[in-house]
């Protein structure tokens, strides 16, 4: 076969794939799910299971599970995982691009399923189970996410890693006992994190006076503007220049760089916000960008008591 006719008969598969995945993710956002379903379930007439089929029906779960419908988003969760499942035998989660989205999305819908039920104890453990077998792959920290969305709150914040850092040196956790403190998880392509910048700042003018304390923990991810591929010391360098042009107003915020810190605290959402009250005991944990009204409510709860 002609190397041109191969590049174009790839490039054809491809983009079936993506459109495969872009259509019923459009359908969904326009809340038709018959119709999305129906798309997915077209290709998996034509193409039988393939991680791409598994990534549609893992969006096909979170919708079903949005709208309530426990015992759909639960089946879809399960098949998402059965097909997962072939490809696993023979290559690492990572290899395939579609993988970490399916099984990352199954696993999630099949624990908040189980919490909605009631059966939280069950969730959390699965969870778990979950994470000792996807350790060092990329949903740890999606896993650890979901754990800590059920069971955190109101638990001992686990320490930080504070070897490495950005900025000054951060104290530990257990050094900064009698004082609130705010952790800030962010990553350097975060457009969220520089939007949720004006209000930290804000927070810090007003509650710092009563010991608010604020550190932003990040990572290194492998790469840097536009998706280049970066050795560690490279990516490093790239960081402080990002945060001296959109992170100037948390300039002397500590930061400690470790991954170790995001899969902790389960922090494959960012931003992520956790809020620690004086006496070492986490009582706000948020992926996602989050008000400055709603953080204020946080912190004005934690200083009452």
């Known amino acids: 076969m002609r190397p041109l006719l191969i590049l174009l008969l790839a490039f054809s598969a491809l983009a079936r794939q993506v459109s495969l995945i872009n259509g019923v993710r459009a359908l969904i956002a326009g809340h038709d799910f018959p119709a999305a379903e129906r798309l997915a379930r077209t290709y998996q007439t034509r193409n039988g299971p393939t991680p791409e089929l598994a990534a549609s029906l893992s969006w096909l779960a ?47 819908v099949h624990a908040q399923v189980l919490a909605a039920r009631g059966e939280r104890p069950e969730a959390t453990d699965y969870l778990r189970t979950q994470l000792k077998q996807f350790a060092g792959t990329s949903i740890a920290e999606r896993i650890g996410k979901n754990i800590n969305l059920l069971s955190l709150v109101g638990k001992p914040a686990p320490a930080l890693e504070e ?8 104290a530990s956790l257990a050094a900064l006992r009698g004082h609130p403190v705010l952790l800030f998880f962010w ?5 969220d994190c520089k939007a949720e910048v004006a209000i930290l700042a804000n927070l810090r003018r007003t509650f710092a006076p009563q010991g608010l304390v604020v550190l932003g923990p990040t990572r290194l991810y492998g790469y840097v503007a536009g998706g280049e591929d970066a050795p560690a010391e490279k990516e490093r360098l790239y960081i402080e220049q990002v945060r001296k042009q959109h992170y100037a107003a948390l300039a002397d915020v500590p ?14 959402t960012t931003p992520t916000l956790v809020l620690i009250d004086r006496a070492g005991i986490v009582r706000y944990y948020h992926p996602g960008a989050a008000s400055e009204a709603e953080i204020t409510a946080q912190i004005r709860g934690v200083l009452r008591k």
């Open 187 to 191: 990553a350097h392509w975060c457009g």
């Open 163 to 170: 070897k490495d850092f950005l900025g000054p040196r951060p």
């Open 62 to 108: 979170r919708a079903a599970l949005e709208a309530k419908n426990l015992d759909q988003a639960d089946a879809l969760a399960q098949e998402t995982t059965k097909i997962t499942a072939r490809f696993l035998m023979g290559q690492k989660l990572d290899d395939d691009p579609w993988l970490p989205t399916a099984q990352g999305a199954a696993i999630e």
């Open 255 to 268: 930061a400690p760089l470790s991954a170790a810190n995001f899969i902790t605290y389960g922090a494959s």
